[in-house]
């Protein structure tokens, strides 16, 4: 099983990114999809979250209002739709898939199964 991102880049202040997930490679059951980011420096964090089974949606308090976690289960994708990015956005953005989320355990690293390989996002000032 693998998670390919992609949709990364450069764009300005103010500007949208939509950053995909696409799972491939065999079939798993998974109730938890995630997206994280690391900036230069910094730690690993959690961005956002979707509980598949509710389309329930939870997000880090930076990115409230302006990034949107969704699925599209034909295409075995899931997507994170940037908005309004700023300087402080610019990370490598990951995706990963968890067998199912506990209460709030969507922002810990460790709930995810499966992880792709990061894409880079750049948010020029």
């Known amino acids: 099983v693998q998670l390919q991102a992609s949709g990364g880049g450069l764009v300005q202040t103010g500007g949208s990114l939509r950053l995909s997930c696409a799972s491939s490679?065999?079939?798993?059951?998974?109730?938890?999809r995630g997206w994280f980011r690391q900036a230069p420096g910094k730690e690993r964090e959690f961005v956002a979250a979707m509980r598949e089974s509710v389309d329930s949606t939870y997000y880090t308090d930076s990115v409230k209002g302006r990034f949107a976690i969704s699925r599209d289960n034909a295409k075995n994708t899931v997507y994170l739709q940037m908005n309004s990015l700023k300087p402080e956005d610019t990370a490598v953005y990951y995706c990963?898939?968890?067998?199912?989320?506990?209460?709030?355990?969507?922002?810990?690293?460790?709930?995810?199964?499966?992880w792709g390989q990061g894409t880079q996002v750049t948010v020029s000032s």
């Open positions: 490679g065999g079939t798993f059951s998974t109730n938890g």
């Open positions: 990963a898939a968890a067998r199912f989320f506990v209460g709030r355990s969507y922002v810990f690293e460790g709930t995810y199964d499966y």
